[in-house]
């Protein structure tokens, strides 16, 4: 089965630094969306692309964080610099279509020190 | 902006019994989908099932299925012949069709779902 691919799958960094999530999506899908988790906001929308282009990342500090599609095969999300409240799992989901059923990465555990 | 409520933060169930998951969601949208996902100790998220608010069908998906009340706005999850592993958060989601902030999933708190055997 096509599955989302998130690297890395945990990370440990102390605050203040860079942090890049990666997530390769499934072959075709047109739609992917990155999600965070933590036990008190429960999942929450960051972003969303359609054919590469940004469409909502109304749920994003904008401040510190930035998603990006270099290319169809990759999208990306950063935060610089990271702080202790952005520790969180995040998923990435991609759909092949607007209203498919988005399908989920294991998500990366990040842990801000 | 839309809401999912799951008021059950935690459910427990005998292996082979059923259990009912229960969903509200506040929407003004006439057309929207609403799913369930499930989410193992793993921390993957799985989709379970999948119902398009046009449809009076409701889903059905080997053992699981839903109850879907438009009207109500209701959307519960019935699990038949639990299993234990089947034990994991469930969460209901809704999909706006079309418009403003379509596409993007608005998720519930969850439920903590054990199967004890």
């Known amino acids: 089965d096509a599955r989302v691919t998130q690297t890395p799958r945990h990370k440990v960094t102390e605050m203040g630094q860079e942090v890049t999530m990666r997530c390769q999506p499934i072959l075709g899908h047109n739609t992917v969306f990155w999600y965070r988790q933590t036990m008190m906001q429960g999942l929450e929308l960051l972003a969303y692309?359609?054919?590469?282009?940004?469409?909502?990342d109304s749920g994003m500090p904008k401040d510190r964080f930035s998603a990006e599609m270099p290319d169809a095969t990759l999208a990306t999300l950063k935060i610089q610099p990271s702080e202790p409240r952005d520790s969180a799992v995040y998923f990435c989901a991609s759909g092949e279509q607007g209203n498919q059923p988005q399908h989920f990465g294991d998500g990366t555990r990040l842990s801000i020190l | 902006a839309q809401t999912v409520t799951q008021s059950q933060p935690e459910m427990s169930v005998q292996e082979a019994e059923t259990v009912t998951l229960s969903c509200t969601y506040d929407?003004?949208?006439?057309?929207?989908?609403l799913f369930w996902y499930k989410q193992p100790p793993s921390r993957q998220m799985i989709l379970v099932i999948r119902?398009?608010?046009?449809?009076?069908q409701n889903a059905t998906e080997n053992r699981f299925s839903v109850n879907f009340q438009k009207a109500a706005k209701s959307f519960s999850l019935k699990i038949s012949d639990s299993q234990l592993g089947d034990t994991a958060m469930y969460f209901c989601?809704?999909?706006?069709?079309?418009?403003?902030?379509?596409?993007?999933?608005?998720f519930g708190k969850g439920t903590k779902l054990s199967v004890i055997p």
């Open positions: 692309f359609r054919n590469r282009a940004p469409l909502d």
């Open positions: 989601a809704f999909m706006r069709g079309s418009g403003a902030g379509s596409y993007q999933l608005t």
């Open positions: 929407t003004s949208e006439n057309n929207y989908y």
């Open positions: 119902q398009e608010a046009y449809k009076q």
